[in-house]
């Protein structure tokens, strides 16, 4: 992995330069604080340092609503290209971001890759930035603060300048083109870079006690927590839309003034007809069994699946959620006094979560 110098006063240059790798998608301040992730023209308007875009970059991946099949009446059907965006270069990518990317990876590109997702993944180049956490960040409890894979080029901001560190081949190729750019790393480089990281670690001031969490919501499925949450959750679907994770999706067929189309649309599991099924019955008709659901699904179904929770820690559920419930106050909730016996209880016998 090669580590490079950029002076900061370049970096609308470089911008320029990856223009050539394919339209930029970055932050974009919409209202003051308000950051979303757009196709950008005018560079003057790209803010990498923004903390949290609305809608992470899984919106151009799999558009939030798209056209997979169109017919016109009294011919067959013919595939959209409704949710092929062609090269894009992801510009303002923070760590946590880049693991909820790996996380979208494993599940679109495992065993039975989708090919929605896959012609937009293939084609986006990834330009992470070093970000600085505020008070709804909690990526570090998730091991998701910091990244060595699962990009292109990642900027760390350091006073004046930017350590540049190249993270594939096709981060290479951008160095390449246009080499003047960028200088060798140096010793006070590092230096400042890992006090950088020692602020960054000491800045988190939001934390989750992971450990043995699978285990406690095993022992909690009928905590009366769930029922006290389902009174505050209009499960309104806001927390799924925004998590960079989440990934429940529809397929439907509409009628169209000349035909009719099959859309795939995204979904969530805190709707209520998410798990209505022929004949009318609905396996998750109850509110506490839908919000349950949700966090079950981050922290316990995923971890024993994959070996790690979906959730990075980027805060937007916290952020969005019109009714203030706070993913990690919920589970501090769950994990109360009797998790905390039973989690002394488990090291002790030695099970693992
Ligand atoms: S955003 Fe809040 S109210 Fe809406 S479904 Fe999520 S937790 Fe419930
Ligand atoms: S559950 Fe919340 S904090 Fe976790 S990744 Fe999703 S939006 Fe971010």
Redesign the pocket.
């Known amino acids: 992995m090669q580590t490079l110098r950029m002076k900061d006063g370049l970096f609308g240059e470089f911008l320029e330069v990856l223009r050539g790798f394919g339209r930029l998608v970055a932050p974009v301040e919409k209202a003051p604080g308000v950051f979303t992730l757009e196709i950008v023209e005018d560079i003057t308007k790209v803010r990498p340092e923004a903390l949290r875009t609305i809608l992470p970059i899984k919106k151009f991946l799999l558009k939030p609503k798209f056209c997979m099949l169109h017919g016109k009446l009294g011919n067959g059907a013919e595939a959209c290209q409704d949710n092929a965006y062609g090269p894009l270069v992801y510009v303002g990518a923070h760590a946590c971001d880049i693991h ?1 990317l790996r996380i979208l990876d494993q599940l679109f590109l495992g065993g039975y890759p989708d090919p929605y997702y896959e012609m937009n993944r293939k084609q986006l180049t990834v330009v992470g930035y070093g970000c600085m956490p505020d008070e709804k960040c909690f990526c570090q409890s998730l091991g998701c603060s910091t990244v060595d894979t699962g990009f292109d080029l990642f900027f760390t901001p350091l006073p004046g300048r930017f350590l540049v560190t190249v993270g594939s081949a096709r981060g290479d190729d951008i160095v390449r083109a246009k080499p003047s750019l960028f200088e060798p790393a140096g010793k006070r480089d590092i230096q400042d870079y890992l006090e950088r990281l020692r602020q960054r670690e000491a800045a988190f001031q939001l934390h989750l006690d992971v450990s043995d969490l699978p285990y406690v919501l095993e022992l909690k499925k009928d905590d009366p927590v769930w029922d006290e949450l389902a009174k505050k959750c209009l499960c309104c679907g806001s ?1 799924s839309m ?5 990934t429940c999706f529809n397929v439907r067929d509409e009628l169209t003034a000349d035909g009719a189309q099959r859309v795939r649309t995204w979904d969530a599991c805190l709707y209520r007809d998410y798990a209505l099924v022929a004949g009318g019955h609905n396996f998750r008709a109850e509110r506490a069994d839908r919000v349950r659901n949700r966090y079950y699904h ?1 922290q316990e179904a995923f971890v024993r699946q994959y070996g790690m929770p979906s ?8 952020e969005n959620c019109p009714t203030g419930i706070h ?1 990690v106050e919920v589970f501090e909730a769950v994990r109360g006094e009797l998790g905390r016996q039973q989690r002394a209880l488990a090291k002790g016998k030695g099970v693992q979560a």
């Open positions: 909820a927390c925004v998590c960079p994770t989440c981050k959730c990075v820690g980027c805060g937007r559920c916290i993913v």
